[in-house]
C-alpha cells in the first residue's frame, strides 16, 4: 500500500529530493538530453526486410504503448500508411507479411508484449524490437530480429524519449517519413526553455506546472485534448497522474466529446465540483474544435471546480507535443509531492504482475 504522508511544499527542494527515492525529478529534468541520445538508438539498426509496407502495429502497453500512440497521432498528418497501437497478448487479424511490427517493452519482460511479439513471427510480419533487456532483447537476438537497445535504469513511464523518438528515426530511415532530425532538434530546444520554468528551483509563484499541482491537489482530474493533436498527450497525462501521484484522473478528445461526455456535466454535482479541467490547445486544431474548447468551455466551466487551458509551444508537431507532455510530467511529480507520495514505485503494476506470471 502506499503510504501517505505530508502534503510537501513544492519549493522546499531537499524535501521533495528526500521523497523521490527513485529520482523521478532528475529523470525528468533529463528528458530534453534523453531526446537527444533516443534519436542516436535507432541509427544503426539494420532496417527490417520487407519492402513496401501497408502498415504498422506498434505493440506494448503503459509507458511503452504511449510512444505508439504519439506516433499514430504524428502519423496521421504525415504517413500514407495506418498506424495502429495494440495492446494486448495477440495481434490484430490484418496483420500479416506486410505489417511492420514494433514490439516495445522496456523492460523486455512483459507478457502481453512477448505474446504479441511471438504471433508477429507466426504471422512472418517485418519485426522490430525496442527494448531496454529482459526477455525481448533475448529472444530478438535469438531470432535474428532488428533491436533498439535503449538504456535501462529508469521507470519505463520515464523512457518515453527512448520508446518514442526511434520509432519516428526508424521510420524515417525507412523513407516513410521525413524531416525527424530537424523536428526533433526544436522539440529538444523547447523542453530545454520549458526546464527552466518547470523545474524544482523555480518558484511556485513562478512555476506553472506547481501551480497548476495545487489546483489539482483534491481535485479530480479531467484531460481534454483534441483527436489529431493532443489526443495521446492527454492520455500521457492521465496516465502520469495515475502512476506518479497514484490518482485517479481521466482524458478524452474534442470533438468527440461534445457528442456524450458533455451530456454528463448536469448531476450530482457534488461529483462535478470535485472535477477540475484541463484543455490542452494546441494552434492547429480545427477551427471547428478551436470554438468547440471556448463553447465547452462555457457550458461545463461554471459546475465544476475549475478549468485550466495550457498551449502548446513550438512550431513542429513533436516540439508542440512534448511542450505538454513536459508540463504533465512534472505536474503530475509535483501532484505526487503534494499527497506525500512517493512518486517511483509502482507497487500495484508490480504485484500484478508477479501474480500473473505465478500462474496463481
Ligand atoms: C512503469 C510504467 C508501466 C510499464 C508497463 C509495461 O513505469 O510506466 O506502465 O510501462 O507495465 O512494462 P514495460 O514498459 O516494461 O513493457
Known amino acids: 500500500m502506499v503510504v501517505l ?3 510537501v511544499d513544492l519549493d522546499d527542494v531537499q524535501a521533495i529530493e528526500a521523497l523521490d527515492s527513485m529520482g523521478m525529478f532528475g529523470t525528468t529534468r533529463d528528458l530534453p538530453e534523453q ?11 539494420p532496417l527490417p526486410a520487407g519492402g513496401t509496407f501497408q502498415n504498422i502495429v506498434v505493440t506494448g502497453l503503459g509507458g511503452s504503448a504511449i510512444g505508439g500512440d504519439l506516433l499514430r497521432v504524428y502519423a496521421f498528418t504525415c504517413l500514407d500508411i495506418p498506424v495502429t497501437v495494440n495492446r494486448g497478448y495477440t495481434l490484430p487479424r490484418f496483420a500479416g507479411p506486410r505489417t511492420l511490427v514494433l514490439a516495445v517493452s522496456f523492460s523486455g519482460n512483459t507478457e502481453e508484449t512477448l505474446g504479441a511479439y511471438n504471433e508477429a513471427r507466426r504471422r512472418g510480419a517485418a519485426i522490430v524490437a525496442v527494448t531496454s533487456g529482459g526477455q525481448l532483447a533475448a529472444q530478438a537476438r535469438r531470432d535474428g530480429v532488428p533491436l533498439i537497445t535503449v538504456p535501462g535504469g529508469i521507470a519505463p513511464r520515464s523512457a518515453i524519449g527512448y520508446l518514442f523518438l526511434p520509432l519516428l528515426m526508424l521510420l524515417d530511415r525507412l523513407g516513410l ?19 527552466i520554468r518547470y523545474d ?11 501551480q497548476m499541482a495545487m489546483n489539482l491537489q483534491g481535485r479530480i482530474p479531467v484531460i481534454w485534448g483534441a483527436s489529431t493533436t493532443t489526443e495521446a498527450v492527454a492520455q500521457r497525462w492521465k496516465g502520469q497522474i495515475n502512476e506518479n501521484a497514484k490518482a485517479p484522473a481521466y482524458w478524452n478528445v474534442l470533438p468527440e466529446l461534445n457528442h456524450n461526455e458533455i451530456v454528463g456535466f448536469q448531476a450530482p454535482t457534488d461529483n462535478l465540483h470535485r472535477i477540475w479541467l484541463v484543455f490542452l490547445r494546441d494552434p492547429d486544431d480545427h477551427p471547428q474544435v478551436q470554438k468547440r474548447f ?3 468551455r462555457e457550458i461545463v466551466g461554471k459546475v465544476v471546480a475549475g478549468v485550466s487551458e495550457v498551449e502548446a509551444s513550438g512550431k513542429g508537431l513533436l516540439a508542440r507535443m512534448f511542450s505538454l507532455i513536459y508540463l504533465g510530467d512534472y505536474v503530475s511529480l509535483y501532484l505526487a509531492c503534494r499527497y506525500g507520495i512517493n512518486p517511483g514505485p509502482v507497487e500495484v503494476i508490480d504485484r500484478l504482475k508477479s501474480t500473473l506470471a505465478k500462474g496463481e
Open 5 to 7: 504522508q505530508r502534503p
Open 35 to 45: 531526446c537527444s541520445r533516443a534519436l542516436d538508438t535507432a541509427a544503426d539498426v
Open 177 to 195: 517519413v521525413n524531416g525527424i532530425e530537424a523536428e526533433a532538434a526544436e522539440a529538444v530546444r523547447i523542453l530545454r526553455e520549458l526546464r
Open 200 to 210: 524544482l528551483e523555480a518558484p511556485l509563484t513562478e512555476n506553472p506546472a506547481k
Open 294 to 296: 471556448a463553447v465547452t
